[in-house]
């Protein structure tokens, strides 16, 4: 071994021997509550790993989307074709708010998302819950941040998971969550002219 693989091997030993020292300490296990905002992309497809991930080890979960229509995504035709038995899919929204242009019908549908959502959450069978977009229909006052972070800290069983993305997330959501992610952008091909394209965006 040559003096640099030696010192690099003594240094990788330390800080394993560090490391294992940390972990040995990280021994709770709880039901997250994890949010992923900011305006960068990515918040959906990092929610949608972790349900396969579940899936993958036969963890029954749940999807409801609270913004999105009812168009065709990659991952919703697969879950519904696939992997109904393992993950409820439910898209409760009709589009973006500038699209629909009804705020009426916006709160009625996000309130009708909300109310599944509640029903999901409260099956202590399901281990993660994703509330994909719910960030949007509470910065957009369809649905009341309190009441969201009420419902977690009172009916949320001990152990499930409840994820809930969409930029903008509301303080109280934010300082009530155990995980929070906010992903930048640095760039983006939107802005060149390059339109949403399948396999990236949906």
């Not at 009709?94 to 996000?110: K, N, P, S, V």
Request: charged fraction near 30%; include cysteine; aromatic fraction near 6%.
């Amino acid at each position: 071994m040559t003096e640099d693989s030696d010192r690099h091997a003594k240094k990788m030993a330390k800080k394993k021997a560090a490391r294992d020292k940390i972990m040995a300490t990280k021994t709770g296990e709880k039901g997250l509550v994890i949010v992923h905002t900011g305006k960068g992309k990515g918040k959906s497809t990092a929610a949608f790993g972790m349900i396969f991930r579940c899936i993958a080890h036969d963890m029954p979960c749940a999807v409801v989307q609270f913004i999105k229509g009812g168009m065709s995504t990659g991952e919703r035709d697969l879950i519904l074709s696939t992997f109904a038995d393992r993950c409820r899919f439910h898209t409760m929204g009709e589009g973006f708010t500038w699209e629909t242009q009804d705020r009426e019908r916006d709160i009625e549908m996000a309130q009708a998302a909300w109310e599944k959502a509640k029903e999901l959450i409260r099956d202590p069978d399901l281990r993660m819950v994703l509330l994909d977009e719910i960030n949007i229909a509470i910065r957009y006052g369809y649905i009341d941040a309190a009441e969201v972070v009420a419902f977690l800290a009172a009916e949320k069983p001990e152990m499930t998971h409840v994820v809930l993305t969409g930029r903008n997330a509301a303080e109280e959501v934010i300082e009530a969550a155990d995980l929070v992610t906010e992903m930048e952008l640095v760039k983006h091909p939107f802005r060149s002219g390059i339109k949403a394209q399948i396999g990236v965006e949906f």
